[in-house]
């Protein structure tokens, strides 16, 4: 099922490439489909193309501390938390904050 949830998602991406939120979506399922290095992958490469898509912070932080990557993902919720400022969601910073906390913790 979710690999067919895969393909749907990338037919539709494939009809509006620059979707940000079926690029998240597409890192998503990658993740469910246990295909961290590509849902990292993915994530990167749309905070590249998009550093304003805040929820894409909070996820690739999640999944680099899954990795055992603590120190680049202490360092993506820090650049979440700058650009929640610049946006002025506090509630999102709140939570990159907790992240963060929590990684620097592990």
Same mark, same amino acid.
Request: aromatic share 6%; proline share 3%; glycine share 6%.
């Given at each position: 099922?979710?690999?067919?949830?895969?393909?749907?998602?990338? &037919?539709?991406?494939?009809?509006?490439?620059?979707? &940000?939120?079926?690029?998240?979506?597409?890192? +998503?399922? +990658?993740?469910? +489909?246990? $295909? +961290?290095?590509?849902?990292?992958?993915? #994530?990167?490469?749309?905070?590249?193309?998009?550093?304003?898509?805040?929820?894409?912070?909070?996820? #690739?932080?999640?999944? #680099?501390?899954?990795?055992?990557?603590?120190?680049?993902?202490?360092? %993506? %919720? $820090?650049?979440?938390?700058?650009? %929640?400022?610049? &946006?002025?969601?506090?509630?999102?910073?709140?939570?990159?904050?907790?992240?963060? $906390?929590?990684?620097?913790?592990?």
């Amino acid at each position: 099922m979710s690999a067919d949830r895969l393909m749907q998602l990338r &037919a539709w991406h494939a009809e509006e490439p620059g979707d &940000a939120f079926l690029r998240y979506a597409i890192a +998503l399922e +990658l993740k469910r +489909l246990g $295909e +961290l290095e590509q849902a990292i992958a993915s #994530l990167e490469s749309l905070l590249g193309d998009k550093p304003e898509h805040i929820p894409s912070y909070y996820q #690739l932080a999640l999944l #680099l501390a899954e990795q055992s990557r603590f120190a680049e993902a202490i360092a %993506c %919720c $820090e650049a979440g938390m700058l650009h %929640c400022t610049v &946006a002025g969601d506090q509630k999102a910073r709140n939570e990159l904050a907790a992240l963060k $906390e929590g990684i620097a913790d592990a």
